[in-house]
């Protein structure tokens, strides 16, 4: 019997760390190994086995209300209501218990309505540190302000001496008030407001928290006003919109051993918006800096963050544009690769200059000095359709990098002994090769319409299913 509940939970532990749910583990345990068990009982063993914590709330429901709430209702929001919400969240709404307070020592007869939302922005140095942020620069009506602190602590983000020293130039280059005694909200909020503007129309380059430029902020947010056609696909304001970018782009964490633990820096690896982040940014690059260059190179193809390109200018000056690239961004270096012997590969492509006639490039399949030649092994648990895949893939990369006819007959040779070491019967890739060149004509679209269905595959039924599908 102990032996046999140690197999229990071994087996629990083990379907536990390959991710399966309470329920699946449920299934297994029932349909493999012919063993019921309830789910009070795989609770109080994953509890034993320190696998299972019964948690109050999810962190996830934070975040899919965080997302309805955009969707449904902030997002979509206008006016008052919205930017109320905005001062909310970003902590500049101030406690009843301190309007209190403060509303008895501006107003100690009572004159004002206490009952209106209180609304309190940014003041004096406080005030460049979202300016970059136009929808966060709350622009609440003189009316609905009935209090301001003398002191405003921005509660997440203090101020930091870029910023301070900032305002001050500004406010003795432009003569503005500075009165650190100003008790009149009005003046306050006035003050703040011409702050705030000249330094939105210098665009300085102001150092946030994150220790990212202004400019760099403020860009996102341009091109997205600048969009007249963003109403169209979308009933997100930019604010909105930009919030569910950045959870998207912030919630890089995972947990082990419970722990949890967060990328600080880049895009995660795997996610589908860090290739269309890669390329948002590398066109802005290219745009700002590469088209800004004096020496401006003669080809500049690019695939994601791959550059192919053809510099006319000689290899100093190649060395000073690359030096020029790589100072830009800390975090952002370019590497260099010349040709050799008239030959340079590109991504999975070699690039050759043919200079007997007229110095035309050819191209063929290029492959690194560390690939292993391994894939799909045809003894493998797989369909033979997905098998064919593999066939039918190298010979269409084959088919469409090889420049020449010569090229092409190298390649299939070459594919057919990189089967071969992988398994692959020589007949079967003769067959799907002839498949591929002489394709059937009975590949006609059908008229009516049919719904696909995918199903798991299971050796032995698979096949004999697939005959009567």
Known sequence: ?????????????????CGLQQKEIIAMMDIVHNYKLHPRTLKRILRELMLYRRKRFSPIT?????????????????????????????????????????????????????????????????????????????????????????????????????????????????????????TNPY???????????????RGNHVLFKDKVSAEKQLSPFNWMHADNNLKDR????????????????????????NDFYQQ?????????????????????????????????PKIWWRYVDDVFSIWPHGQDNLTDF???????????KFT??????????????????????????????????????????????????????????LYDRAKLVSSNVNFFNQEKDHIKNILKENAYPINLVDRAFLQIENPSHNNQQRQNPVANMTIPYIPGISEKTKKTW
Request: glycine share 4%.
């Open 62 to 182: 934070h975040v899919v209300n965080f997302i309805s709430d955009q969707l449904d209702k902030s997002g979509q929001l206008h006016g008052y209501r919205w930017m109320h919400l905005k001062c909310i969240q970003h902590g500049l709404v101030v406690t009843q218990k301190r309007v209190r307070n403060i509303l008895s020592t501006l107003d100690p007869e009572g004159t004002r309505n206490r009952r209106l939302p209180i609304g309190r922005p940014l003041l004096m140095f406080q005030a460049p540190t979202l300016f970059g942020v136009e929808n966060r620069l709350i622009r609440i009506p003189e009316r609905t302000i009935d209090c301001l602190e003398n002191e405003c602590t921005f509660y997440c983000e203090p101020c930091s001496d870029d910023i301070m020293q900032l305002c001050r130039n500004v406010i003795s280059e432009n003569n503005l008030l500075l009165n650190e005694t100003i």
């Open 1 to 17: 019997m102990v032996k046999k509940m140690e197999d229990r939970y071994t087996l629990i532990a083990h379907y536990f760390a």
């Open 322 to 332: 690359l030096n020029f690239l790589n100072n830009i961004e800390p975090t952002i």
């Open 234 to 257: 979308t009933k997100l304001n930019v604010s909105a919109f930009m919030e569910l970018l950045t959870l998207c782009i912030k919630t890089t964490y995972f947990q082990l051993e």
């Open 336 to 393: 260099l690769e010349l040709e050799e012997n008239n030959k340079l590969p590109f991504l999975d492509v070699m690039i050759s200059k043919n200079t007997e006639i007229n110095s035309n490039f050819q191209t063929n399949v290029y492959r690194k000095k560390t690939n292993t030649n391994r894939y799909l092994n045809f003894n493998s648990n797989h369909h033979l359709s997905i098998k064919k895949g593999v066939i039918k893939s």
């Open 187 to 201: 003046d306050a909020v006035r003050l703040y407001i011409e702050i705030r503007t000249i330094i939105y129309q």
């Open 264 to 296: 600080d820096f880049g895009m995660a690896m795997g996610s589908s918006l860090s290739p269309i982040m890669s390329n948002i940014f590398m066109e802005h690059f290219e745009e700002t800096y590469v088209k800004s260059y004096i020496n401006k």
